[in-house]
């Protein structure tokens, strides 16, 4: 079946533009998260979504960066006033489902590569 | 909060040799352990994953690991390495426990195989 997509899979805009970088889930999954991977520094976690619960937000860096998840299935993840540090790989990944007691596997998309200049 | 160490951060082996990935976790209860294989170009690939049972578990393209808690350490090997190994490797820790989902990587491995 289809696996986690993204797009756009390059993004190139100019510092202190706004960008808007969309996640598609594995149909099914209820949870889904967005990761950041900068260059040598592994990923860092931004944002988890959980069906209809409040997002955790405790990962985003700063307050220029948001997502949502519309419908529970796709979301997008805005990155307002960017800088050059925005500069990384961002990375979606989804999963069945969150709050029981095991760990449930994620599966990762194949990213957005923004490029700041 | 959980943490995971990489401590080599490139790797070069011969076609054909052995391969030894290592991988410290921190984290206070048995952790979920994780690698993951980042071609370039790529989105993360699920190799192998412990949960609980067995502590030497198998994954894909051969590859294995060896959970050691004496040592916090999930160590990734593969007895013949191919051309095509050549890629970045991520060890990850999940939490243990209700609700829990947030992953935690290290900042990866890469891994050149010399022809």
């Known amino acids: 079946g289809a696996g986690v997509s993204q797009s756009p899979s390059n993004k190139v805009t100019e510092k202190g533009k706004d960008v808007e970088l969309r996640c598609d889930p594995i149909s099914g999954h209820t949870a889904l998260y967005w990761y950041r991977q900068s260059l040598g520094q592994g990923l860092e976690f931004l944002i988890y979504f959980q069906g209809n619960s409040a997002p955790d937000k405790s990962g985003l860096p700063s307050d220029r960066f948001s997502a949502e998840r519309t419908g529970g299935s796709v979301s997008t993840l805005t990155i307002q006033r960017t800088q050059q540090e925005d500069s990384a790989v961002y990375l979606c990944?989804?999963?069945?489902?969150?709050?029981?007691?095991?760990?449930?596997?994620?599966?990762f998309g194949p990213g957005t590569r923004l490029t700041v200049l | 909060a959980q943490s995971v160490t990489q401590p080599d951060i490139h790797i070069t082996v011969s076609e054909g040799a052995s391969l030894e990935l290592r991988c410290n976790y921190s984290y206070g209860a048995t952790p979920y352990l994780f690698w993951y294989v980042q071609s370039p170009g790529q989105g993360l690939q699920l190799l192998l994953k412990?949960?609980?049972?067995?502590?030497l578990v198998q994954g894909i393209k051969g590859f294995e690991a060896e959970f050691k808690r004496s040592q916090s350490s999930f160590n990734l090997r593969k007895p013949s390495v191919h051309w095509s190994d050549a890629a970045e490797y991520f060890c990850a820790v999940g939490a243990s426990g209700a609700g829990s989902y947030q992953l935690t990587f290290g900042k990866g491995t890469k891994l050149s195989v010399i022809p």
């Open positions: 412990y949960f609980s049972g067995d502590t």
């Open positions: 990944a989804s999963s069945v489902g969150g709050g029981s007691s095991s760990f449930n596997e994620q599966f």
